[in-house]
């Protein structure tokens, strides 16, 4: 046993990661239940993290968080946990199963081990990935409104802010909600355009709310003051007129970036 583990300790120290994650399998099946189990353990992650293989890195990790749930090592195990998802999480526009994986898991770093000298680089990569997170909604609206899909990119707009307040892109999805609504207000027949001006005007109040010194406060009211210009040229009472409306459900499930 301690054969076997003193030659694993030798691979991981040249940094033959490979190998020294092999031995270290070996050492954790003929070890259980002993220090050199419990080390066996640790640097088996170790080998896998240090070797770029996060997915394998953060499986272990959590069998020697489940397995020595009250040793030192069981804070940088988790820390270290949490980063390897960090490091799975793709761009934007793909699937962010990663991403929202380490969210929780740098959560639940932070609430374990709040006074940790770790602790404020956790809630970094936290607000990172937040912000990547609402970067994918923000562009699945901006998607809609190009093409002309104005209730599912209000929709996905109004998710962004609701979501990710705290983000650079809730800010940005409030002004383009506005837009959005003044474009297709233009763009309805004349019984609904009241209805979706007045709804640019609700999206800059909440704006002035969210955000009463935001980067985009001008071209908000630029904006509205539009929505206001055409909602005071509008007669009293238009004729009711049907109109084909969206099929919005499929869509709003459905993350068109992902096509």
């Known amino acids: 046993m301690e054969v076997a583990f003193d030659k694993a300790m030798a ?7 490979t190998e020294a994650s092999e031995a270290f399998e070996t ?12 080390d066996a353990q640790f640097y088996l992650a170790e080998s896998y993290y240090n070797d770029g293989r996060y997915l394998l890195a953060a499986s272990e990790y959590e069998r020697f968080i489940s397995l020595f749930p009250r040793v030192e090592r069981r804070q940088e195990a988790q ?3 949490a980063y390897c998802y960090y490091k799975l999480s793709p761009r934007y526009k793909l699937d962010q199963e990663y991403t929202r994986t380490a969210i929780e898991k740098f959560q639940l770093y932070n609430s374990r081990f709040a006074n940790s000298e770790k602790a404020e680089e956790a ?20 998607l809609y409104l190009r093409t002309d899909r104005y209730e599912a990119a ?3 707009y109004d ?10 892109w809730a800010q940005r999805a409030l002004v383009d909600e506005i837009k959005t609504y003044n474009i297709y207000a233009d763009r309805s027949v004349p019984s609904k355009q009241r209805e ?26 630029e904006l509205v003051d539009e929505a206001r210009t055409a909602l005071a040229e509008l007669p009293e009472q238009a004729p009711v ?5 969206e099929s919005i459900q499929a869509d709003v499930d459905e993350d068109p970036n992902t096509n």
């Open 241 to 245: 007129v049907e109109e084909d409306g």
């Open 196 to 221: 979706r001006y007045q709804k640019a005007i609700e999206a800059y109040e909440k704006f002035i709310q969210l955000f009463p010194n935001g980067e985009y406060r001008q071209e908000a009211e």
């Open 27 to 38: 050492v954790v099946q003929i070890a259980r239940g002993t220090e050199y189990g419990q």
């Open 11 to 17: 691979f991981y120290e040249k940094e033959d990661y």
């Open 79 to 81: 820390f270290k946990e």
């Open 159 to 168: 998710l962004t802010i609701d979501k990710y307040p705290e983000t650079k």
């Open 154 to 156: 209000a929709i996905y």
């Open 123 to 142: 809630g970094q990569y936290i607000s990172e990935m937040r912000s990547k997170l609402a970067k994918k909604l923000y562009y699945s609206a901006d």
